[in-house]
């Protein structure tokens, strides 16, 4: 729950700080980058209704085919009548006529003909200065009187620029004293559809898309004039009239690059037929979105690792795209800037935070990150036979940071001399006899400083019936008796008793079974006069061969105990059979073939490990598939049992038998190699023969 508040306050944090940025305009260059990408992601938004209508400019042929600049106002009207007779249903004059030409009386005609035309709107351009002071000053520069009077309206030309230099946005309409300019381009949409200027929202951004793919007709001013044009071409549609030559200085910056003014005014009047304005996102509801996108990545962000936290980062950023493209794609520019800059933000303060909490789990958890880090050192001290609680004391060691620790035993009650295991660093000095008896004698832990720092911990080893030594620790730290350590060193002092204890019991309960073992096996060697004390010689070989066939310790204990009780069979065989001293016949060799199987069953229900119920049944077993009780071939043989036979016969062969004198080392293995593959497992044999050549000399 903590961590949770936790990171609700820091969303919270960041959203306020990156909402502040957002508010001052930091990020607005970056958010018309954004706003510019999705213009040509949706260039080919909606087709909408195709504007009837067509643009004629004045381009650098134009100017070059009538030989001056200015035109001559006679010109303009020879234009304008070639447009109307064409079936034009009015024209949008991008020029700027504020000052009169050298001819009054062209200037007259040209006033006289579109106000005779009805239909024809003249640009007008506001101008804004800012003075040192802060003031605002407006100039409107309208066309020269006449031709004022006489146009059906005036058209705004002015264009609003973004911080960046480029045209995106056209005022709605700008009030200049007692008259209102719309914008030309929505004027001519007017005369196309007079309802669409009802609907102009302040502030919209315009849609560009026929720039980016123009769908009107655009004609040269010199070809219109000499009328060269396909007839039709104007009919019914409102032609919008400009410059497009670099020299008449109409060019602007948009989306899509340079782009003359009237183009802009085409855009305008294709946005404001087909209604497609874009909006930008209203500064509350992004502070709102900012906000919340900023609680939903912290709670997400909480539950991850920082691998998680880059998933939830890459996400985000997804999402946020995604959202942001099909928001574009109904009109609508979400501000994009600030919920990228809040998971960018989120991640490395993620980062932070779970380093942070890592810094305090290792500072709580200290000895135990050094302990799991000396891995090879516990494997160590398990190879060298150190049972598991010793090996927890290694670890206690490296938790304390201890340079010695020792474990004293009495060997045989409290009389008896102490016997050291070495649990860290070397034996350390000689114990203080005086005061390890006290500790002895009172079960209580004492401590004292060592000469150059430190001091020395000694723990009672003490369980409920007896006293079974001391916990000797040499620490590098001063340390009292109720310092936490010691505390700790106390908990595993009686741990280790109880420990000691079980061990000594688990020591006598085993030997019992060894024993018990070994007298059944002399009792069954005894009946066989041929195979006496056979059990107890296959034991001779059984360590050093298991080693080499890689069996571990528990296997290897397992080859033991089958070596010892592998012919328990013999027990319900004829007395007569395994004394007689003839050649047994076929019905007795049968008998004898059966103890195998009379062992398995008699071990089938008492408590021995499965490896050596299947060393009794399956010692017999040959490789070849000859063998009994089961004819079992290959690897179909148990692995132990393998090992065993071949045990099992060696031993026979340099063993004695009251019918032969024991073979030779050299003599046996050339036997065992003569039933290799046949009898025995191959790889086995060489394993074996490998494994007993050092002690045989050979």
Known sequence: MKKHLNWIVISLIISIVVSCLFLTGTFESLELLTVDLRYRLLQGRGSGKVPPLAVVVLDQDSIKEMGRWPIQRENYITVLETIYRDGARGVLLDMDFSSAG?????????????????????AAQVNERVTDEGVILRKVSTPYPALKSAAMALGSITFEVDPDGVIRRMPTSIDFIDEIYRPLGAL???MIDPGSLRSIPVGALIDMKVLARPSFAVMPFHKVLTGEFEPGTFRDRVVLLGATSPDLHDLWLTPF????????????????LNGSWYQRQGNASAVMAIILFSLLSGRMMSTRSWKGGVVILVLGLTVVGGISVILSVAGQFMHVVPLLLVCLVMYPVQVAAGARQSDIVL?????????????AALRQAEEEGKESHFVSLVLLGQLLDLETLRVFTLENGADSPLEVRTIIGDRGQEPDLPLMTEVLD??????????????TILVPLVTVRKTLGVLCADSRRNVSAEDEDVRLLLSFGTQTAYFLESRALDLRVKDLYVNTIRAISRALDSKDQYTSAHSELSLDYVESFGRLCGLDGEQIESLHVG?????IGKIGVPDEILAKSENLSAQEYEVIKGHPVIGSDIVRGLPFPEDVKMIIRHHHERFDGTGYPDGLQGEEIPLLARIFSILDVYEALVGFRPYRAPLDSERAVTMLREGSGTQFDPDLVEAFIKSIRPASGD
Request: with cysteine; aromatic share 4%.
């Open 102 to 122: 050298p001819d009054p009386g062209q200037d007259e005609a040209l006033a006289l003909y579109i106000k005779r035309a009805g239909t024809v709107v003249v």
């Open 188 to 190: 001519g949409a007017g």
């Open 257 to 272: 690059g340079v782009t003359p003014g009237v183009f802009i005014q085409a855009a305008v009047l294709d946005t404001v």
């Open 363 to 375: 500072e709580r958890e200290r000895g135990k990150t050094r302990a799991f880090l000396s891995i």
């Open 442 to 455: 009172k079960g209580v832990c004492l401590t004292r400083a060592r000469e150059g720092g430190g001091t």
């Open 563 to 567: 070596a010892l009780l592998h012919d």
